[in-house]
C-alpha cells in the first residue's frame, strides 16, 4: 500500500502537520506512508473539525494530540486546511479488538471511540464554555463515512437512524450532496445537531455501529488521504482513483482489467457508444464544478467524453451527453462508468422522512432501441425491476422534456443510490449490447435478406407451376413477407408488440 500513488495532487508531504513524538517538524513522506496504515478491520472514524479549532486537539507544538494518542492508544492524524474549505478531517482509528475504559468506568469501547469522545469534547468545549449560559446550546458534530458503511446507520427504510432519533432527541442528518471540499467522492456525511449531552449520546451510538461494521474499502484509505492535496480550491474526488468501474473497488493487486484482449485491435471493430442524460437546470454547478474541476476529473477517470449542452437547456432541464469509442470485447465500459459517476450529480433528490434520499434518474433512448429494454409484453423491464429494486418506467411521448427529440423515449429510475445506480448500469450494459448486437446482425443480413427472398419466389413460383388455387399463392405472399419482416426486426433488435411500450 506504501507504493500506491494518491490522484489528489502533486505533493508529497505528510497530510499531519506534528510528528507523533509532537515536534513541528514535517516527515519525510515515506516514513509516514509506513506509520499511516489501516487495516480492513480496524475501527475508523473521519471527525470533521472546524479549522479556527484546530488548535484545541493539536496544541502547541502538537502537545495535545501527542497526549491524546497516548492515553487512547489510539492513532490520530490531523487532516490539512484544505482551500475551500473551513473544516480538517481528523482521521482516528484503532484496533477494533482492544478496549478502553471510558470515564464512568462503567463502559468499555475501542481506543478509537475513545478517541474521538475526547476529540469531540475538546472541539466543543468552546461553545459551552463562552459564557455562563451554556445550558441548551444546540452543538453540532460532523463525521464523513465512506458509502459504503452509511447504510449500518440508515438501516433498512431508515429504520435505524430513526430509532437513535428517538432515543436520544438529537436531530440526524444523512448530507450527500454539498459535501466540504475536505470530503472524497464516496463520502457521506452524517450531522448531528442538538445540545451537547443529546448529541454525545447519538454520536456514541452512531460510533458504535460503525465499530461493528467497518468499510469494506477502509484499507485503501491511507493511500487515498496521506499525500498531497490539491493547490486549487476545487474539491477533492481521487478517492474515485482506487474505485472500480461502476463504484466497485480495486483489488490490492492493482488495476482492474479493462479488456480480455492485450493485443493490438482492428479500429474498425470499434464502435461509438453514446448516452444521454437528462439534468436539471440546477444541478448544473455540482456536474461541473468550480473551474471544470468535478467533470474534467470524471473525463480523465473514466475515459469518456462528456458534453454539457447548454445550448439545449429549455426550463427546467439541460442535456448531458456521454459517448466513447468501445470495443464489444472489453467488459469496461468508459460511458457507462461515467453516468454512473455523473448520476448521484446529475439527478432528482428527495429526502423523505425517514432521512433517507432517492435519486430520480432520467435517460434518453432513441425509439428504435428502446425495445431492448422492455422486451415481449415487458419481460425484461419487469426482470429489471425485480433484479434492482428499483422503480423503472418507460414514460409516455406527453411526459417527454422539451429538450428530447421525437423519436426518443424516456426511462425514468428512482430509487435511493445503490439502487438507482445498479438499475442504471442494468440499463446501460443492455443499451451497449444491443448496440454491438444490431451492427452484427446488419452485417448478417445482407447474406440472410436475399438468400429468403431467392428461397420464398422459388417456392411462388413451385406452386405456380403446379396451377394450385389462388389462396395458396396468397399463402406463399404472407410467408414471405413475414420472412423479410422477421429479418427487419432481427436488424432493429426488437420484438415489440402494440401494448409492450409504456410502463
Same mark, same amino acid.
Given at each position: ?35 499511516? !496504515? *489501516? ?17 484545541? $486537539? $493539536? ?5 495535545? @494530540? ?72 444546540? $452543538? ?11 447504510? %449500518? ?16 432527541? =438529537? ?18 456525511? @452524517? ?5 451537547? =449531552?443529546? !448529541? ?5 451510538? $452512531? ?16 493511500? =487515498? ?69 468535478? *467533470? ?7 475515459? =469518456? ?6 445550448? #439545449? ?58 425495445? %431492448?429494454? *422492455? ?6 423491464? #419487469? ?41 442504471? !448500469? ?26 429468403? !427472398? ?9 406452386? #405456380? ?9 396468397? @399463402? ?28
Amino acid at each position: 500500500m506504501a507504493g500506491q500513488r494518491n490522484s489528489y495532487g502533486k505533493r508529497a508531504h505528510s497530510q499531519s502537520d506534528y510528528s507523533e513524538n509532537g515536534s513541528n517538524k514535517r516527515r519525510n513522506a515515506g516514513d509516514d506512508r509506513e506509520q499511516f !496504515v *489501516i487495516d480492513s478491520d480496524d475501527t475508523v472514524y473521519r471527525y470533521l473539525c472546524p479549522a479556527r479549532k484546530i488548535g484545541s $486537539i $493539536i496544541g502547541r507544538g502538537g502537545e495535545i @494530540v501527542k497526549q491524546l494518542r497516548a492515553d487512547t492508544k489510539s492513532k490520530i492524524r490531523i487532516g490539512e486546511t484544505i482551500p475551500g474549505s473551513d473544516e480538517r478531517v481528523v482521521t482516528i482509528y484503532s484496533s477494533r479488538d482492544e478496549r478502553n475504559a471510558l470515564e464512568d468506568g462503567d463502559s468499555f469501547v475501542s481506543p478509537a471511540q475513545d478517541a474521538l469522545f475526547r476529540v469531540h469534547g475538546r472541539v466543543v468545549a468552546e461553545d459551552l464554555h463562552s459564557d455562563e449560559d451554556s445550558e441548551g446550546r444546540q $452543538i453540532t458534530a460532523r463525521l464523513l463515512i465512506s458509502s459504503d458503511q452509511i447504510g %449500518c446507520v440508515i438501516g433498512k427504510g431508515g429504520q435505524i437512524i430513526q430509532n437513535i432519533r428517538s432515543e436520544t432527541g =438529537a436531530q440526524i442528518r444523512i448530507l450527500k450532496d454539498d459535501l466540504p471540499s475536505c470530503a472524497l467522492s464516496t463520502d457521506e456525511l @452524517v450531522q448531528i445537531s442538538g445540545e451537547a =449531552a443529546v !448529541v454525545k449520546k447519538a454520536l456514541h451510538q $452512531i460510533a458504535s455501529r460503525l465499530h461493528e461494521n467497518p468499510s469494506r474499502s477502509q484499507h485503501l484509505l491511507a493511500s =487515498a488521504v496521506s499525500n498531497a492535496y490539491p493547490a486549487a480550491g476545487a474539491r477533492i474526488v481521487g478517492v474515485t482513483s482506487l474505485v472500480g468501474p461502476y463504484g466497485r473497488y480495486k483489488g490490492d493487486t492493482g488495476e482492474w482489467p479493462r479488456s480480455m484482449y492485450s493485443a493490438p485491435r482492428d479500429e474498425m471493430s470499434s464502435k461509438e457508444f453514446s448516452l444521454r442524460l437528462v439534468c436539471p437546470t440546477a444541478n448544473i454547478g455540482g456536474v461541473i464544478g468550480k473551474g471544470g474541476a468535478i *467533470i474534467n476529473q470524471i473525463r480523465q477517470e473514466s475515459g =469518456a467524453a462528456i458534453k454539457v449542452d447548454s445550448s #439545449t437547456t429549455d426550463g427546467d432541464d439541460c442535456l448531458i451527453t456521454i459517448s466513447a469509442k468501445e470495443f464489444f470485447e472489453d467488459w469496461y465500459s468508459p460511458s457507462i462508468e461515467a453516468a454512473a459517476r455523473l448520476q448521484p450529480r446529475c439527478s432528482e433528490k428527495v429526502e423523505g422522512d425517514s432521512g433517507i434520499v432517492s435519486f430520480t434518474t432520467r435517460l434518453l433512448v432513441p425509439t428504435s432501441r428502446i425495445g %431492448c429494454l *422492455i422486451g415481449k409484453g415487458g419481460a425484461i423491464v #419487469t426482470e429489471m425491476r425485480r433484479i434492482t429494486k428499483a422503480n423503472i418506467r418507460i414514460l409516455s411521448k406527453e411526459n417527454l422534456p422539451k429538450i428530447a427529440s421525437e423519436d426518443d423515449e424516456m426511462v425514468q429510475i428512482a430509487g435511493d443510490l445503490d439502487v438507482a445506480k445498479d438499475a442504471l !448500469v442494468q440499463i446501460t450494459t443492455r443499451l451497449r449490447a444491443n448496440l454491438f448486437d444490431r451492427e452484427e446482425r446488419a452485417r448478417g443480413m445482407d447474406v440472410c435478406t436475399p438468400f429468403l !427472398v431467392v428461397m420464398a419466389l422459388v417456392i411462388y413460383l413451385l406452386v #405456380t407451376a403446379m396451377e394450385v388455387m389462388v389462396v395458396s399463392r396468397l @399463402v406463399v405472399l404472407l410467408v414471405l413477407m413475414e420472412l423479410i419482416l422477421q429479418d427487419v426486426v432481427v436488424l432493429l433488435g426488437t420484438e415489440i408488440g402494440e401494448d409492450d411500450w409504456y410502463y
